[in-house]
């Protein structure tokens, strides 16, 4: 993909709200990740969530000295990079995701496939 050609980014649900209620570090690595996915690369520190199937759904995961931090992310769609989710991971034990922020996960993956499937249109 070229340069100039970078896809739509869209966020689902309170995901640019969480996003932005962390520290500005935090934000920037993150939306340096995200925008190295609108132009159809990964950042360094992108990986697969694990339980999603493949590399379609990922998370950057990032540390400061409040905590670990998450951006959720998928590039399944060939037109869209959907933000899903932005947390702070409140667990001190593993570096496995909660349930909880997966079944977060879930719900917005499927308003994603909704959405890029024609039935929504909101875009920020």
Same mark, same amino acid.
């Given at each position: 993909?070229?340069?100039?050609?970078? !896809?739509?980014?869209y966020?689902?649900?309170?995901?640019?709200?969480?996003?932005?209620?962390?520290?500005?570090?935090?934000?920037?690595?993150? $939306?340096?990740?995200?925008?190295?996915? #609108? /132009? $159809?690369?990964?950042?360094d520190? /992108?990986?697969?969530?694990?339980?999603? $199937?493949?590399? $379609?759904v990922?998370?950057?995961?990032e540390?400061? #000295?409040? +905590?670990?931090?998450?951006? =959720?992310? @998928?590039?399944?769609?060939?037109?869209? =990079?959907?933000?899903?989710?932005?947390f #702070?991971k !409140?667990?001190l034990?593993?570096?496995v @995701?909660? !349930?909880?922020?997966?079944d977060? @996960?879930?719900?917005?993956?499927? /308003?994603?496939?909704?959405h890029?499937? +024609?039935?929504?249109?909101?875009?920020?």
């Amino acid at each position: 993909m070229d340069e100039r050609e970078v !896809k739509p980014l869209y966020w689902v649900a309170s995901s640019k709200r969480d996003l932005k209620a962390m520290p500005t570090d935090i934000q920037d690595t993150f $939306g340096f990740a995200l925008h190295q996915a #609108q /132009a $159809g690369r990964r950042h360094d520190h /992108a990986k697969p969530l694990k339980g999603f $199937g493949s590399a $379609g759904v990922l998370e950057v995961v990032e540390s400061s #000295q409040d +905590g670990a931090y998450r951006a =959720v992310y @998928t590039v399944k769609f060939v037109h869209a =990079v959907y933000v899903l989710h932005c947390f #702070q991971k !409140k667990s001190l034990h593993g570096i496995v @995701t909660p !349930k909880p922020d997966i079944d977060i @996960t879930r719900m917005r993956l499927k /308003a994603a496939q909704a959405h890029a499937s +024609g039935e929504g249109n909101d875009r920020n």
